[in-house]
């Protein structure tokens, strides 16, 4: 490509649409019941004048960013809003610049003001991530792309202007090189409260269609890779795990990663829940199929202190840490191998992360990785564009969660259902005219997201949520 275009944010407008959840969500030390989803929309305009919408969404998840008990769920939402209305108003005062030129002008920006405003790395980047994702839809769509294709010829213009320790690595050829496969392995999480049989469910049951315990989305989707929630003490957890392999260990083949959401205090606190799982006999399969252990530590430490005894036994990956473009360098120093991919992260902070994968491995054949994990992310516009990410960088399985605990596309008109239904059959499946996500065999289908012109959602789809958000059209 001669030269990559150059663009202009001429607007933005954001949406909000609540939801409940179909039961309660435990991580870490938090139990969410309920959120809102934002969404945004982006006109961008090119040096010829010529303009292109792009979209994005994502879930404002309470207690995941900022932890702090004194805050309410309501604070924790009103902190990511104000996220997103700081990145789109500096997006509107920037300069003409490439897709990856806005991003790298505005990240230093965003973070800044946001800590002028006390608001942490994690929620700084939450409102660029839309913004960049919605920018990046509209220059696929302007050029008629497919994000795939426009990765591969680099049409964003990414760089190393952000990420100076890439200076040197082959950027146009490992894009180039990106050949995302078209379907991806789910990997179930298990909340620390959920039910794993049916005789666990304590309220009434719901009998909406869905299931309501381990053993029953094992039976109805074919899962084989699970993502299990940990609360920080060694010896409940342990109980907790014999509990669940009870349930997985049916299974001919599994995998499994554990999370920690930042619950234990330190090291030897993870050590003592890895001796006991070793020393249990019933955990004997479960650690066999154990890929790695996800944020174990308090991210208030986890950057300056050592795990280097712990990483010889396990792998470890930062996913709350991950609040800076130089989180993943700094793990890598105490230890870590691998850091999370999140939409609501950075589009272009897990592709460059996903390069410094590849550079180090190149150099030392380290074991270093990332994995998919998920916020919750709604079916539409938030689950098909963290897909497409996942795809992208190559990855094989992915968290999801939002499928579990909301029933389908929440809140969406019955004409949004409809588009949805019709432009990504694949993906969904229909329950009385409600959009669910379609799990067969244990995994979902990438085809319409790849295929798609723009960041993996078709534009009637799109068109027909925000056109619904401006209406304020009856939801179901």
């Known amino acids: 490509m001669a030269s990559a275009p150059v663009l202009k944010v001429k607007d933005v407008a ?31 305009e090119d040096e010829g004048g010529k303009t292109a919408t792009g979209y994005a969404a994502e879930l404002m998840v309470p207690k995941w960013f900022d932890k702090n008990a004194d805050l309410s769920n309501a604070d924790n939402e009103q ?16 300069a003409l610049a490439t897709a990856f030129g806005l991003h790298a002008a505005l990240e230093p920006q965003q973070h800044e003001q946001a800590s002028a405003e006390g608001l942490n790395g994690l929620i700084a980047s939450f409102g660029l991530a ?34 100076p320790d890439l200076a040197g690595f082959d950027i146009t050829g490992f894009l180039s090189r990106l050949q995302p496969k078209k379907t991806i392995h789910l990997r179930h999480t298990v909340g620390y409260v959920d039910a794993l049989t049916p005789s666990d469910v304590n309220s009434a049951r719901r009998n909406d269609g869905l299931p309501e315990c381990l053993s029953e989305e094992i039976e109805t ?12 003490r060694p010896v409940e957890d342990t109980q907790r795990l014999i509990q669940i392999a009870g349930v997985l260990d049916r299974l001919s083949t599994y995998k499994v990663t554990l ?11 993870v050590i003592e829940l890895k001796d006991r799982i070793e020393a249990e006999p019933g955990l004997q399969r479960l650690r066999q199929s154990l890929l790695f252990i996800e944020q174990p530590i308090t991210r208030t430490v986890a950057l300056s202190k050592q795990v280097k005894t712990l990483a010889r036994r396990v792998a470890l990956e930062i996913d709350e840490s991950d609040g800076t473009k130089d989180a993943f360098l700094e793990a890598k120093a105490q230890g870590y191998l691998g850091v999370s991919s999140k939409s609501c ?129 009856k939801t179901i």
């Open 14 to 44: 954001i949406f909000e649409r609540r939801l409940s959840m179909r039961m309660p969500f435990r991580f870490g030390a938090a139990t969410v019941t309920e959120a809102a989803q934002i969404f945004l929309s982006v006109i961008i």
């Open 79 to 94: 902190q990511l809003r104000r996220s997103v209305h700081m990145a789109a108003q500096l997006a509107k005062e920037a």
């Open 130 to 163: 839309l913004v960049d994702r919605a920018i990046l839809d509209g220059l696929c769509r302007l050029h008629g792309l497919t994000v795939a294709d426009a990765i591969r010829i680099n049409l964003p213009d990414i760089d190393t202007s952000t990420t």
């Open 221 to 232: 989707y074919g899962i084989r890779y699970f993502k299990l929630k940990l609360s920080g």
């Open 259 to 269: 999370d920690g959401n930042e619950q234990f205090a330190d090291e030897a606190a």
């Open 345 to 473: 992260k950075g589009f272009y902070r897990s592709l460059l992360n996903r390069m410094r994968v590849e550079q180090w491995n190149a150099e030392t054949a380290g074991g270093y990785f990332m994995s998919a994990e998920d916020l919750t992310t709604q079916a539409g516009v938030a689950v098909q564009q963290d897909l497409a990410l996942a795809a992208l960088i190559g990855l094989g399985h992915i968290e999801r969660n939002g499928h579990h605990y909301v029933d389908g596309m929440q809140g969406a008109s019955d004409t949004e259902n409809a588009a949805w239904l019709c432009a990504h059959g694949d993906l969904y499946a229909n329950h009385a005219g409600r959009a669910r996500l379609h799990i067969a065999k244990g995994e979902l289908s990438l085809e319409t997201v790849l295929a798609t012109k723009g960041l993996g959602v078709a534009q009637s789809a799109a068109q027909a949520t925000f056109q619904s958000l401006q209406s304020g059209e």
